[in-house]
Structures are given as C-alpha cells and as structure tokens.
C-alpha cells in the first residue's frame, strides 16, 4: 500500500503515525482523558467540574493543540490519508464526541450525587468500544464495515443519555 505522505516510511515509525493509514493513536488520549474523568467521578464526585472543562476536538484540533512533537506531520498524514479509512475514523470521533457532549449537558444539570455516578458509568460503557474500534481504524486492523454499524448505534446511547 505505501506511505499516505512524502515522508520516509521510517520516519512515519519514528512518529507514531502508522504509515499505511497516516493515523496517530496519540488522538485517542483526548477520549481517553474524558473516560478516565468519567470513571474518576464514580469515586470522587468533586472530578465532575474537571470533565466539565472538557472540550471536543477534531483530530486537527486535538494535534494543532497537542505538545506532540510533530503535530504538523500528524495533521498532514491525516489530510492526505484514505479518504475512507479518515471518514471511518471521523465517524467514530463524532460518535464519542456525541456521547460526550449529551453526557457534558447532562453533567451541567443539578444531579445527585448516585444519578450523576450513573450516567457517568454509561457513557463509560458506550465510549469503550468506539475508542477501541477508532485504535483498529488507526492501525489499520478494523475488519470490514463494523465501525460504522458500531457508530450508527450511537444516537441510541445519546439518547438514554438525556432520558436520564
């Protein structure tokens, strides 16, 4: 298949973008970090003001604002990577980014202490599987169609999430 740039394949390795997608899973860390808030506020309610803080962002967003070393190459691979394999992985972003937001609105409202706790462990439950789905996108390993059907089930979760 190639390189998705005009960068030496081992310069890709040495980047941590995979060099057959032109993807870094160093974009999942900014979902991860809103999980890892989440399952904080099972144990420490007070962490609910730190996820609040926590802003969506599109994969140029997340490296444009990133420490990581080279952001521009990362943000370059990704324009000129497979177009498909980038929509794979845009769809699975909007969904997490979409489960994040409801449980955000959610959050902002005056819970209790137990409810705010269950939606938390919720959204917990439905960003797992995109977040591991969205690393098989990046490295290349998703097996046909299944972040798709996975992603379109996401309104669903969106909504229990505002039912709550």
């Given amino acids: 298949m190639g390189t998705v740039v005009n960068a ?24 991860s970090e809103a999980i890892m808030l989440l399952e904080m506020m099972l144990e420490m309610p007070e962490c609910r003001e730190d996820f609040l803080a926590w802003q969506p962002l599109s994969y140029s967003q997340h490296f444009a604002a990133s420490n990581f070393k080279d952001r521009d190459m990362a943000i ?16 699975l972003a909007d969904a997490m980014n979409g489960i994040l937001v409801a449980t955000h609105e959610v959050m902002q409202l ?22 591991a789905r969205a690393g098989a996108v990046i490295n290349g390993t998703e097996v046909g169609n299944a972040a798709n059907r996975e992603a379109d089930g996401t309104q669903a979760a969106v909504d229990a999430l505002m039912a709550c």
């Avoid at 030496?8 to 979902?31: Q, V």
């Fill in 76 to 91: 370059a691979a990704y324009e000129a990577a497979d177009p498909a394999i980038r929509d794979r992985l845009d769809t």
């Fill in 110 to 131: 005056s819970l209790s202490t137990p409810a705010a706790s269950n939606i938390a462990d919720l959204a917990v439950q439905r960003l797992k599987p995109l977040v």
């Fill in 8 to 31: 030496p394949l081992s310069r890709l390795s040495e980047t941590n973008i995979n060099p057959l997608t032109g993807l870094a899973t160093d974009y999942l860390n900014h979902f």
